[in-house]
């Protein structure tokens, strides 16, 4: 079935068709990653205009979602970033996506998973009791 939709359809996944089909919108642009954004008109009653993503990977995760364009999303700017507008500083690390669950998660030392050793306590801590007075 999956086959079925990215040969036909150039998709990603079942459910970026379901977007596409019933969620009609504006295509505003992609980031560098592949996302591509969306926007339309507000709901009767709301005041804000409706914006969403289709992630590339298909996979749901809004930690994939590079800050520039989380705060487009989240209407704390009007204007839709693009791909050189100068929010990304030459000093600041790429955008990575949220890494727990996964075999690249951090793992301090002593982990589990890391043998579960750690080194010993120096002795320069001392446990704070309460005063009991």
Same mark, same amino acid.
């Given at each position: 079935?999956?086959?079925?939709? !990215?040969?036909?359809?150039?998709?990603?996944?079942?459910?970026?068709?379901?977007?596409?089909?019933? %969620?009609?919108? $504006?295509?505003?642009?992609?980031?560098?990653?592949? !996302?591509?954004?969306?926007? %339309?008109?507000?709901?009767?009653?709301?005041?804000?205009?409706?914006?969403?993503?289709?992630?590339?990977?298909?996979?749901?995760?809004?930690?994939?979602?590079?800050?520039?364009?989380?705060?487009?999303?989240?209407?704390?700017?009007?204007?839709?970033?693009?791909? !050189?507008?100068?929010?990304?500083?030459?000093? $600041?690390?790429?955008?990575?996506?949220?890494?727990?669950?996964?075999?690249? %998660?951090?793992?301090?030392?002593?982990?589990?998973?890391?043998?579960?050793?750690?080194?010993?306590?120096?002795?320069?801590?001392? %446990?704070?009791?309460?005063?009991?007075?």
């Amino acid at each position: 079935m999956k086959r079925f939709f !990215n040969f036909f359809l150039g998709i990603q996944s079942p459910v970026t068709f379901l977007v596409r089909l019933f %969620a009609y919108g $504006q295509y505003v642009g992609t980031d560098q990653y592949g !996302n591509k954004y969306y926007r %339309a008109k507000a709901r009767k009653n709301y005041s804000y205009e409706r914006r969403w993503v289709a992630y590339k990977t298909g996979n749901v995760e809004a930690s994939e979602v590079p800050p520039e364009y989380h705060g487009w999303l989240h209407h704390q700017t009007d204007t839709f970033p693009a791909q !050189n507008s100068g929010y990304r500083k030459p000093w $600041q690390k790429d955008h990575t996506p949220n890494l727990t669950g996964t075999t690249l %998660a951090y793992k301090p030392p002593g982990h589990q998973l890391n043998g579960g050793k750690r080194a010993r306590a120096t002795g320069d801590y001392q %446990a704070w009791t309460p005063d009991m007075k």
